[in-house]
């Protein structure tokens, strides 16, 4: 039973056929309107059994046969999955279920969504070359069938639905684009063996590639902001988007034995012990949202910092706190999205009487939304804030 659900839903053709066989169906004109592609092994780029030459090729293939028929273009979408992960830059921690979802967790331990695998939508929908960074994984796939068919799959628990999309917020459906004009590729290079790469001896970072792509609006709105409670620290969690964001705690200074997960629509909130009079935690959500916190619970902790989004003027307003009784000097300062000759004058110092509180605001309109923020203050090199994000204002930005 299990061969055959495995011959009826993923080996549809002959391994090293995908292609081929797609471009008779388009040809035909029985290509659906939706179909997702997984290729084999041998086409995904993994070390050992593929190399880069063939899993270009079928991505190649694919776009040629659709580009050869444009009366089948108008009318599908397809969706390229890759069972690829080469672990460059999949830095980024895939959420996990909290303990009490049962059918998430293995052994005692989360399963959680796996690591980031590439994933392409091919439609007239999609056209202009856009990042969605939406939270997916393979049952979105499954989810997009269902909105297009009305037929649900019972087998996605809750937990998933919950903190995955299901894509369609990478199509713009208000309109269609034409196919875009693209150049004429060279020859597909002749294969030269699988591929079986070798770190090099002497190693450096690379360079990112120059510029930004065109990014769909999300549905998150996160923000989160700690202040020191009777020796603890407490965390208020936001997120005033549509869909639910979860955040995950890493705690670095022993403050949990392991990190700490929570999927927030609207508000919610941690309370994280500290040991040792000193903390140094961090906060992550969707899109790149960080908040680092650190400093200590002696003294009265008479710093704090609350932060509140502005998405219609894409401004991040930054309350500056003195709860002790000398007065307090902040320091505002970017890390990015500033250019270096104007750093000087994005940053802010602020005095901050005891028993007052300042109001500062950041704008993130010319860097597209995106923001990356220090708070430091003199004299308490303990004390650290860092913000950073994206402000969603509900139309389409740039890549961050």
């Known amino acids: 039973a299990e061969r055959r659900l495995f011959e009826r839903a993923l080996r549809r053709v002959e391994t090293g056929t995908l292609a081929d066989e797609f ?44 580009g050869k028929h444009p009366d089948v273009w108008r009318h599908t979408a397809v969706i390229i999955n890759y069972d690829e992960n ?29 690591i980031r695998v590439p994933m392409l939508v091919v439609s007239p929908w999609t056209v202009g070359g856009y990042v969605c960074s939406e939270v997916f994984d393979h049952t979105s796939v499954i989810r997009f069938l269902e909105r297009w068919t009305g037929v649900k799959e019972p ?44 770190p090099p001896l002497v190693q450096h970072m690379p360079v990112q590639e120059p ?60 309370t994280v012990p500290v040991t040792g009079g000193a903390y140094r935690f961090t906060v992550t959500g969707p899109n790149g949202f960080r908040r680092e ?20 003027e894409r401004d991040l307003h930054l309350t500056l706190r003195n709860t002790g009784r000398t007065t307090l000097t902040f320091d505002v300062r970017p890390r990015g999205y500033v250019d270096e000759a104007d750093l000087r004058d994005w940053t802010r110092t602020v005095k901050v009487k005891p028993g007052r509180s300042r109001t500062v605001v950041h704008s993130a ?33 740039v890549s961050g």
């Open 23 to 66: 471009a008779k169906d388009v040809a035909a004109g029985t290509l659906p309107e939706v179909s997702y592609l997984v290729p084999s092994a041998v086409d995904s780029e993994h070390p050992s059994v593929s190399s880069p030459i063939h899993s270009a090729t079928i991505v190649y293939k694919v776009l040629d046969a659709l």
């Open 86 to 114: 080469d672990g460059f830059f999949d830095h980024v921690p895939p959420p996990v279920a909290s303990p009490e979802v049962t059918e998430e967790q293995w052994e005692g331990k989360p399963t959680g969504l796996g």
């Open 155 to 198: 087998n996605i628990g809750d937990w998933r639905r919950t903190v995955t999309g299901d894509l369609t917020s990478a199509f713009d459906f208000s309109r269609g684009r034409r196919r875009p004009e693209v150049e004429q590729p060279g020859a597909i290079p002749p294969f030269s063996g699988r591929w079986s790469p070798r």
């Open 211 to 270: 510029g930004a792509r065109p990014a769909r609006a999300l549905p998150y709105q996160p923000d989160a902001q700690a202040t020191v409670v009777d020796g603890a620290v407490r965390v208020a969690l936001s997120n005033t988007g549509r869909s639910s964001a979860h955040f995950a705690l890493y705690p670095y200074a022993g403050e949990f034995p392991v990190p700490q997960h929570r999927d927030v629509k609207g508000a919610a909130q941690w």
């Open 293 to 312: 916190f650190a400093g200590s619970t002696k003294d009265g902790a008479p710093a704090e910092v609350a932060s509140r989004v502005d998405a219609r």
């Open 365 to 397: 309109a010319d860097a597209h939304g995106w923001y990356d923020l220090d708070v430091t203050v003199d004299g308490d090199d303990a004390f650290r804030r860092r913000l950073m994000g994206h402000i969603e204002n509900g139309r389409a930005s």
